[in-house]
């Protein structure tokens, strides 16, 4: 039977390893599904007005010319290589692919720490809906935010001692992010310190010590653990002691040379193209505004209070429990470097023109992360306590990590869900199918076309109108001018509504789910 104890343990383990790899392979087959569905929608604005500004480009060159913050250079680079007239999902295939990747980039990384963290974190962002949404347009985020796990992975295997390719692998990601959208720079600052943080050695030795004494205290008060634990404790904190001046010296000297290429690329890049930006405007949304939803975002809760409730329990948790050098990177990528540079600005004065949520994706992607350090230390403090907890009443001791850690999952999960679904099913813009319907109720001649924002109705009209119209031209016309024959409006729809003296009555609403504004209604002239 001793004999046999070896294979027995080896069989266990490949079963383990098969079933984790169906169960990553299920999730990225999940979020492939749920992004492949979203990407063949409706263009929404900033997707056109990406559209137009390949359009306008002459040269490969060009791309970084246009200094306008619409412009995010390796998605505008993709739209000019594919040409005008490839189909709209084939635009949106770098977002797509690079959604994907930052799926599997989330299990490669957290799965280093644990099985659990690793399924979890690639759970969590496969059904994040922000995380859908963004991997499913035309746009930088979804790459920038690929470019950040990228990154994040070579600074965490140089943490851990690995040195094959790291310099090439952060330097490519560094180009990658900085190239799809500025943001990136808050992700960077936050694998700087990563790096720091474990290039020093006495913080590296109080971090472990401290959560060595503070775990060996609770095991041997309330848990029974035989003193054996404490020599362990002992000597983990032996291995992170610090070391020679000297070795602290090359160890922090290591860390410069990973991050000067980098550092030197985001400069050139910075000076290049992001210095002296121009803002393409918009309804700037309010700081408040901006947390309620980002909270929203990052929970995957619809409901605010219930959001910022599991908010709170999450880094009560994440306090309590880990003690993990990544930690250090979604404090200052998430927080510390976003909200360090709105706190300069403004006690400078130089409060930013326009401030939208999608602008702190990454501190989204950040808390997902910490969410899924917790709910994997759970459990694997579930299974330190079906060991050596033998005092448990009913047995509920040594069960509360599991259901904790499952009623987090599952509401953070549901929450996305509810919010995925309506967006897969009434997609975004309805542009195109509200030029449709108003070809369908038109009779001859020409049409025109109004709307509440000239600026966007103008855009999206010339879009549209040459790839859908196959006979009567569709123009578009300022409210501020003759009436048109119909309006396209945004916003909670009207059953009537009166413009430069003209009655409109609506026709028709369609729910946007993307979009803050909710729906698109049309409107047809009734009086003239």
């Known amino acids: 039977m001793e004999a046999l104890a070896p294979l027995q343990t080896s069989t266990r383990e490949s079963r383990k390893v098969a079933a984790g790899t169906l169960v990553i392979l299920l999730i990225v087959g ?15 604005l900033d997707e056109v007005w990406s559209y137009e500004i ?32 490839a189909p709209l999902p084939l635009y949106r295939l770098p977002a797509l692919l690079s959604g994907l990747t930052t799926v599997a980039l989330a299990y490669v990384i957290l799965r280093r720490r644990d099985e659990a963290c690793g399924l979890i974190g690639a759970g969590l962002l496969a059904c994040s809906y922000p995380m859908v949404v963004y991997a499913s347009e035309a746009r930088g985020y979804a790459p920038m935010l690929m470019a950040t796990l990228i990154g994040l992975n070579a600074v965490d295997r140089a943490a851990r001692g690995s040195r094959r390719l790291i310099s090439l692998e952060l330097t490519a990601a560094t180009l990658i992010g900085m190239v799809s959208h500025g943001t990136f720079v808050f992700a960077y600052a936050g694998m700087f310190a990563y790096s720091l943080v474990n290039a020093i ?18 095991l041997l ?62 309804a700037s949304e309010s700081l408040g505004t901006i947390l309620k939803e980002a909270t929203q975002w990052a929970t995957g809760i619809p409901h605010f209070p219930i959001a910022i409730l599991l908010f709170g329990t999450i880094c009560l948790l994440a306090i309590r429990y880990v003690r993990d050098g990544l930690l250090v ?74 259901a904790l850690t499952v009623t987090l999952l599952l509401a953070s999960m549901a929450g996305n869900l509810i919010q995925i679904v309506p967006f897969l099913t009434h997609g975004r813009s309805h542009y195109a199918e509200a030029l449709t319907d108003i070809l369908a109720r038109s009779g001859d001649g020409p049409i025109t076309v109004g709307g509440d924002h000239n600026f966007r109705s103008r855009m999206m009209i010339d879009f549209y109108s040459p790839r859908m119209l196959k006979s009567g031209p569709v123009t578009f016309h300022s409210i501020d001018a003759t009436p048109p024959q119909w309006l396209i409006l945004a916003g909670k729809p009207r059953a009537d509504v009166v413009r430069q003296e003209t009655d409109y009555r609506r026709i028709r609403t369609y729910f946007d789910a993307a979009s803050p504004a909710g729906s698109l209604s049309i409107y047809r002239q009734v009086r003239n």
């Not at 490969?60 to 619409?70: G, Q």
């Open 30 to 44: 999940t979020a492939a599904i749920f992004r492949f569905i979203a990407c063949h929608d409706e263009f929404w």
């Open 54 to 85: 390949a359009r306008t480009m002459t040269s490969v060159a060009d791309v970084f010319r246009e200094r306008i913050d619409n412009n995010h250079p390796l998605n505008t680079l993709w739209i000019y290589l594919l040409g005008e007239s």
């Open 201 to 218: 050695p006495i913080a590296r030795f109080a971090y472990a010590c401290s959560w060595h004494r503070r775990r060996i205290t609770h």
């Open 221 to 282: 008060r309330h848990e029974g653990f035989p003193a054996r634990q404490d020599a362990t404790a002992r000597r983990s904190c032996d291995e992170h002691a610090p070391a020679s001046p000297v070795a602290a010296t090359n160890r922090f000297g290591s860390v410069l040379r990973l991050h000067a290429g980098p550092i030197f690329l985001i400069g050139l890049i910075w000076y290049g193209f992001y210095r002296n930006m121009g803002i393409g405007g918009g």
């Open 329 to 402: 990177f979604n404090l200052v990528a998430g927080i510390v470097a976003p909200g360090g540079l709105l706190a300069l600005q403004y006690l400078s004065g130089d409060w930013p023109e326009v401030l939208f949520t999608r602008y702190f994706l990454l501190s989204v992607l950040c808390f997902n992360l910490t969410i899924a350090l917790t709910l994997g230390r759970l459990c694997r403090l579930r299974s330190l306590t079906d060991q050596h907890c033998k005092t448990a009443v009913m047995g509920l001791r040594a069960y509360w990590p599991t």
